[in-house]
């Protein structure tokens, strides 16, 4: 008997979040942070900090992510392609 398996797909805004706690987790990473000090560092609530660490996408905003971003010492480009008719 054969599985279905399943295929999940994101969405472009749920990609966007990714990319924003892939770079939020390897500043982290990189400067050897503890959970609680990346928290005050990042001047967020112990809620956010968890939905954080445990990748929760739901739990966060596009724009609280960037804020953490900039609050991390980060600097953010973004590009806009045309989309083609």
Do not use: C, Y
């Amino acid at each position: 008997m054969h599985q279905k398996s399943e295929i999940s797909f994101t969405s472009p805004a749920e990609d966007i979040k990714l990319s924003l706690l892939n770079a939020l987790t390897s500043w982290m990473d990189n400067g050897g942070f503890l959970p609680a000090e990346a928290v005050k560092k990042l001047g967020i609530s112990d809620q956010q900090g968890h939905a954080l660490l445990q990748r929760e996408t739901d739990a966060l905003t596009i724009d609280v992510l960037v804020d953490m971003l900039l609050r991390a010492g980060k600097h953010i480009h973004i590009t806009i392609d045309e989309s083609l008719p």
